[in-house]
């Protein structure tokens, strides 16, 4: 560990890098979240931590160390939070800053799971909170979600999407409004940053679940108000003012009198991002000028020259070395006696999956999931008399990477595995017997995810539903600059390849529970990783993005290794369009954050400003699908005119926006006229982006 750590500081300093010598890095960290799970290795835990700091910091970076979730790092090494919230967290120390290094914006995928969102409002309101109560510093995990490519993905079960409902999504595009409003959101902290970095705020409390907390220093005056209600909302008096307070909101007050933001009332653009599927366009393979798919089947069982043998059952990680998801167990045993007996296959597993064949034919199959990777199947078999084959193929679905001893659970088939109801009435124990390992596929060994093998199959039928093949087409690529994904419905479960590059593992067949989902959800409140779900009854994961880099337009290579039985002619791409680019703003929001920080009193009287702007660079608003302004409601897709609604709205929107990436429109009377007086309105608009 000192070895590695002192490697990469060596590196970082040549490159000068620190802030100490005039780089960008301001921290350095050294372990994490190992305080979530010290206690499980005992008196041990705390030598160990110890020994981390003194080494850490005799590396002499110039800059501070942090330890995340780590409540008894010694000084001078800084404790940090990771979490959902964080504003309750203090550091072991008065003199460390209050730093907050993990924000969830949202939660992973996994396979058999539904699809995790965290509301922006409940964020923003997280966020807000942590700088009300001291914080100085906090970092989101994740900011720009990603793809788990290749075998990369963590585990066990988590999916190749990593896109954690994140500002910036999996294909790099922004999350709105969850990107604008936290960007609103730091911009107005930004404007109390002289009164917070002065000094340390002062709470009192405005009522039951309501409290103020301000930084002032005389010169400088900064204040937050809290409603951590999850229910009502509340007025509030505060320095003499009337404040409205949404329930599970904050208000954040640069001058201590005039509100620039509140966490629940969103002055962001939002989007409708759908995808279009278009079919995958087949070309001539490489092999010859007949277009559509070329296959080979992999072998069931052993096929490889550095296969071995030992007495017992291996346990999968430590015979593998993570080389490969695969292992084969085989086994052959005589049955002389028991020939035409429905005997039953008993198989325990560590996991995560595997598939039992019985003479060279697939027998059944067993998953194990999130919760638990173990599998426990009983599986109908019909031996032969004489010699019969037993071959298993157990599988990771990436491997343990988080819990005490986690680097001890394993994998693979460790037994029993047991023969039962035999035509004697015996049972016969295999697990002990000798049995022949291979690591890894054949066609693994051969190279062929890079599709360049001579050996596929042009000439006889595609076989479909069949395991253990190997699939393969060229493809021309998509037109446009749009998010490419390819949607695998029809597939089982396996490993995909783009030109050589893999797209991670796939597994459409696995569905998540009908349960749990909601068609909205509720921000206000304590948010967890099973609040807010969606895609229950679904699989959890059908498109697998292929980014744009890897892609030649005229000519590409795909190739499948499919484990259970699909039909690759199913598969198509999925193309990320943006449908609709929405904003709804009303009158009595705050002004904007960038007015009120150039001119406060301009700000306050242009009022709110409702802006839109166009995701992508080469796009510009084309139509407005939809424009009003007096009492709208509904949300983006579905706006409607409410009974108030000014007859100008929506020539002065088409004037100021049709044409642009980008446009601002004030929301007032003065720009549109009075609808109907003595109403709070809003203005609600509706564009297409092309």
């Known amino acids: 560990m000192k070895r590695f750590t002192a490697k990469i500081v060596e590196m970082m300093k040549q490159e000068k890098l620190y802030a100490s010598q005039g780089g960008p890095i301001i921290l350095s960290q050294i372990e994490n979240e190992y305080g979530n799970v010290d206690r499980a290795y005992g008196p041990a835990a705390v030598p160990d931590i110890n020994w981390a700091a003194s080494m850490a910091t005799s590396l002499d970076t110039g800059v501070p160390w942090v330890m995340c979730q780590q409540e008894d790092a010694p000084n001078p ?31 992973f995928l996994y396979f058999g799971g539904a699809v995790p969102h965290r509301p922006v409002e409940d964020l923003a309101f997280a966020v807000a909170r942590f700088y009300q109560l001291g914080g100085t510093l906090n970092n989101y995990y994740m900011y720009h979600g990603g793809t788990n490519f290749g075998r990369t993905a963590g585990g066990p079960f988590v999916a190749s999407s990593y896109d954690y409902d994140a500002p910036i999504d999996e294909y790099g595009i922004i999350r709105q409004p969850k990107w604008g409003h936290l960007k609103d959101v730091h911009k107005a902290i930004k404007l109390c940053e002289e009164a917070l970095v002065a000094t340390d705020p002062t709470i009192t409390s405005l009522g039951p679940n309501l409290e103020a907390a301000v930084y002032n220093t005389g010169a400088e005056c900064a204040a937050f108000l809290a409603n ?6 509340s007025t509030v008096n505060f320095s003499g003012n009337s404040y409205y307070l949404p329930a599970w909101s904050v208000s954040i007050l640069p001058d201590c009198k005039n509100v620039v933001l509140n966490t629940a009332k969103i002055n962001s653009a939002s989007m409708i991002s759908s995808f279009t599927t278009e079919s995958l366009k087949a070309i001539g393979s490489l092999e010859d000028s007949s277009p559509g798919w070329s ?4 072998p069931i069982g052993i096929s490889k020259n550095d296969s071995f043998s030992k007495f017992g059952l291996l346990e999968q990680i430590n015979t593998t070395a993570d080389r490969s998801d695969y292992l084969w167990y085989s086994l052959s045993i005589d049955l002389e006696d028991d020939a035409g007996a429905q005997t039953v296959l008993h198989i325990e597993s560590l996991g995560h999956v595997l598939h039992a064949f019985i003479n060279g034919k697939l027998a059944g199959s067993g998953a194990g999931n999130r919760d638990n990777s173990a599998i426990n199947v009983d599986i109908p078999i019909t031996v032969m008399a004489g010699k019969n084959t037993i071959d298993l193929l157990s599988l990771t679905v990436g491997l343990q990477n988080y819990g005490a001893f986690f680097d001890t659970w394993g994998a693979g088939i460790t037994g029993p595995v047991i023969l039962k109801g035999l035509k004697n009435g015996s049972t016969i124990d295999i697990s002990s017997q000798q049995w022949t390992y291979q690591v890894g596929l054949k066609g693994e060994d051969l190279g062929l995810f890079n599709g360049s093998s001579g050996q596929w199959n042009l000439q006889s039928a595609l076989p479909k539903k069949q395991p253990l093949t190997w699939y393969k087409t ?3 690529a998509p037109s446009g600059n749009n998010p490419v994904a390819i949607d695998f419905t029809g597939m089982g479960k396996g490993e995909a390849w783009v030109s050589g590059q893999s797209i991670g593992r796939y597994w459409p067949t696995y569905i998540s529970s009908n349960d749990g989902c909601n068609n909205s959800c509720n921000y206000r409140g ?9 895609n229950c009854g679904k699989p959890s994961q059908i498109l697998y993005h292929v980014p744009r880099s890897w892609l030649q337009p005229d000519s590409n290579t795909l190739v499948l290794f499919e484990e259970s039985g699909g039909d690759p002619t199913q598969i198509s791409f999925a193309i990320k369009l943006i449908g609709s680019l929405c904003s709804h703003v009303s009158e009595s929001h705050p002004p904007p954050v960038d007015l009120w920080n150039s001119d406060t009193e301009s700000g306050r009287k242009m009022g709110p400003v409702l802006s839109l702007k166009c995701p992508y660079p080469n796009q510009v608003i084309s139509s407005i699908k939809f424009a009003s302004f007096g009492t709208p409601h509904g949300t983006c897709g579905n706006f409607s005119h409410g009974n108030c609604s000014s007859n100008r709205v929506l020539s002065i929107v088409q004037k100021a926006c049709i044409g642009s990436r980008s446009c601002s429109i004030g929301v007032s009377i003065n720009t549109f006229g009075d609808p109907c007086k003595g109403v709070t309105k809003s203005l609600a608009v509706e564009a297409a982006c092309t």
Do not use: H, M
Request: charged letters at 15%.
């Open 526 to 534: 304590s948010y967890d990783s099973s609040k807010c779900l969606t």
């Open 228 to 233: 951590i209600d999850n229910t009502s909302d």
């Open 295 to 298: 296959w080979i089947s992999e």
């Open 77 to 107: 090494i800084i404790n940090t939070c990771n979490g959902f919230y964080c504003d309750q967290f203090t550091p072991n120390s008065n003199a460390k800053p209050k730093i907050w290094t993990e924000g969830y914006t949202g939660w």
């Open 474 to 476: 060229n493809f021309v």
